[in-house]
C-alpha cells in the first residue's frame, strides 16, 4: 500500500545529468545503464590507484590524507552524456517504483552497503530512463516575447469603450464616449511602447551580464553544452601539455595535490557509545533542506527523488545512516564527484590557476554531510568553543554583524581619542592556531586590534608589531 506520503502532483523537477565515465570500453545506449555504477565501483576497489598518504594526531582527532594516484586519470574517458527530462514522466508510477525498490531492498541487511546503494540508484536511475521522454518546447500561441497581461486587459478596455461609442447615437454622450476611448487608446499605444523598451532593456542586461562566472554557468547548464577547448598549459619546468588528457591531469594534480610520503592507517574511528541514534524527525528536517535546484551528482538522481526514497521507508533509510554512523563509513560511491572547470576572467588560460573548479557530489551523500555538520554545530555553539567574534559559517550572523561591530569598536576607542590598527595576517604569522592543530585559549579563532594613544608615532607601532611577531612565532 502506497503511503500518504505520495501524492498526484506535478513535479517542478529540473533536468538532471548523468556524466558516464567509460574505464574499459566505449559504452552507448542501454549498456550505459547497465554499466554506470559497477565501473566506478571496480575502479574505487583498485588498491593500487588510492593511498593514505600521510596521518598525525592532534587535540582535534586524527586527520588522514588520501591520495588519488594519478595515472588513474589516464584509465577514464568521457562518454556520452545522458540527459533524463521527467517533466512528462507518469510522477505517479515513478514514486510507486521508488517505493517498491526501497520496500524489496529494506529486507536485506547493511552487510555489503556499498553493493545496496549502488544497486538502489542504478534500479532508479534506470526507471527514469524509461519513463524519460524528450521535451518539445510547444508554439507559442502569441509570438510576440515583449506581450503582457496588463497590455492584454487594456486592450480589452480599449475595444469596450469604442464598442460603446459606436453603439451611442446621442450627440452629447457621443463625443464624451469618444473623448474617453481616444484617452484609452492613447494609454493602450504607450503602454505598448514603455513595454517594449523595457523588454528589450533587460534583454540587454541578460547577455550583457557583468557576472563571468554567470556567463560560464549558463554556457555549462546549457542543453546543447558544448565542449569549450582547453589550450595547452604550461608545467612548473617551463614545457607545455601535449594533449587534452594531460591538461586535465595537469590542472586536477595543481588544485587538488598530494602527499609526498605514505603512512597506512588500520582504523581511524572508533565507535563510541556517547554517539546519539539518529531519528527520523532529525533526519526529515535534513532531508526537506534539501534545496531542489541543486546540481545533481554523477548517479543524475536530484533532491525530489532523494525524498521519495526517504518516504517511501523513513525507519529504513533512519537505519541506514545510523549504521553508516555508527561504524564510520562512507560509501564509495558517494565520493566521486563531477569536476567543472570555471574560467576566471581576464586570464589567457595557460596555467593551472587560471581555472576554478567546483566539484557537484551525489545527493544522497550530502544528506549525511548535513547531519554530520549539524550536531557538530550544535556541539560547537553550546559548549560555546567559538570566539563570540566569529561570523562564518554561523547562523544568524553574516557579515554585516561583523562590519557593525567593527564600527561600533572604531567610534568606541575614537571617544576615547585613541587611534584604532588593524594588524593583517600578513603582519602577525601563525596567530590563530599553532602547527600541530592545538586551539590558542581554547577557542578556534582570534582576533587582534592594537591601540595606540594619538602622541606616539608610527615608528614606535611598528617596533611594537615586530616585537608581537616574534613572541607568536615562539
Excluded at 587535540?59 to 586519470?73: D, T
Excluded at 549504521?323 to 563531477?338: C, E
Excluded at 595576517?425 to 577557542?443: E, M, Q, T
Aim: charge should be positive; glycine fraction near 4%.
Amino acid at each position: 500500500m502506497i503511503s500518504k506520503k505520495f501524492t498526484i502532483d506535478k513535479p517542478t523537477l529540473r533536468k538532471p545529468q548523468i556524466i558516464c565515465f567509460d574505464v574499459a570500453q566505449d559504452t552507448c545506449g542501454d549498456k550505459i545503464l547497465e554499466d554506470l555504477h559497477s565501473q566506478f565501483t571496480e575502479v574505487g576497489h583498485e588498491n593500487d590507484d588510492f593511498h593514505i598518504k600521510h596521518h598525525f594526531n592532534s587535540k582535534r582527532g586524527v586527520n588522514w590524507i588520501v591520495e588519488v594516484n594519478p595515472s588513474l586519470f589516464s584509465k577514464v574517458m568521457v562518454a556520452k552524456k545522458i540527459a533524463l527530462g521527467w517533466e512528462k514522466s507518469n510522477w505517479f508510477s515513478v514514486k510507486s517504483t521508488i517505493f517498491n525498490i526501497i520496500r524489496a531492498r529494506s529486507s536485506s541487511g547493511f552487510s555489503d552497503v556499498n553493493c545496496l546503494i549502488s544497486t538502489i540508484q542504478k534500479e532508479i536511475a534506470a526507471r527514469l530512463c524509461t519513463t524519460s521522454k524528450n521535451k518539445r518546447t510547444p508554439k507559442r500561441a502569441n509570438g510576440s516575447v515583449w506581450w503582457t497581461q496588463e497590455l492584454r486587459a487594456k486592450r480589452s478596455k480599449t475595444r469596450a469603450l469604442r464598442r460603446l461609442y459606436q453603439k451611442e447615437k446621442e450627440p452629447t454622450l457621443r463625443t464624451t464616449k469618444l473623448a474617453a476611448f481616444k484617452r484609452c487608446q492613447t494609454e493602450y499605444k504607450k503602454m505598448i511602447i514603455n513595454t517594449k523598451t523595457n523588454k528589450f532593456k533587460s534583454f540587454i542586461n541578460s547577455v550583457t551580464t557583468s557576472s563571468f562566472f554567470g556567463k560560464n554557468f549558463k554556457i555549462l547548464t546549457h542543453k546543447k553544452n558544448r565542449q569549450s577547448s582547453l589550450n595547452c598549459i604550461l608545467r612548473d619546468d617551463d614545457s607545455t601539455t601535449s594533449s587534452l588528457q594531460d591538461t586535465y591531469s595537469e590542472i586536477l594534480s595543481f588544485h587538488f595535490p598530494c602527499s609526498a610520503s605514505v603512512d597506512s592507517i588500520s582504523s581511524f574511528f572508533s565507535s563510541s557509545q556517547d554517539l546519539v541514534p539518529l531519528t527520523t524527525m532529525e533526519l526529515e528536517a535534513v532531508i526537506e533542506g534539501i534545496k531542489p535546484k541543486k546540481a545533481s551528482g554523477i548517479d543524475g538522481l536530484p533532491g525530489e527523488i532523494l525524498k521519495e526514497v526517504f518516504y517511501a521507508n523513513p525507519d529504513w533509510f533512519t537505519s541506514l545512516l545510523n549504521f553508516l554512523l555508527s561504524t564510520g563509513h562512507f560509501p564509495h560511491i558517494w565520493k566521486w564527484a563531477r569536476i567543472v572547470l570555471i574560467p576566471k576572467e581576464g586570464r589567457a588560460l595557460n596555467h593551472q590557476q587560471d581555472f576554478r573548479p567546483i566539484c557537484i557530489l551525489p545527493c544522497w551523500g550530502k544528506v549525511l554531510d548535513n547531519v554530520i555538520t549539524e550536531r557538530l554545530a550544535y556541539h560547537l555553539e553550546s559548549g560555546k568553543l567559538l570566539l563570540d567574534l566569529q561570523y562564518g559559517f554561523r547562523k544568524q550572523r553574516s557579515t554585516i554583524n561583523a562590519l557593525q561591530h567593527i564600527k561600533d569598536f572604531i567610534h568606541s576607542a575614537r571617544n576615547r581619542f585613541k587611534i584604532t590598527w588593524r594588524v593583517f595576517d600578513n603582519d602577525v604569522r601563525g596567530f590563530a592556531i599553532y602547527p600541530d592543530g592545538s586551539k590558542l585559549n581554547g577557542h578556534t579563532g582570534c582576533a587582534l586590534v592594537v591601540f595606540i594613544d594619538g602622541h606616539e608615532d608610527e615608528h614606535l607601532l611598528c617596533s611594537s608589531i615586530q616585537k608581537l611577531r616574534s613572541s607568536l612565532q615562539k
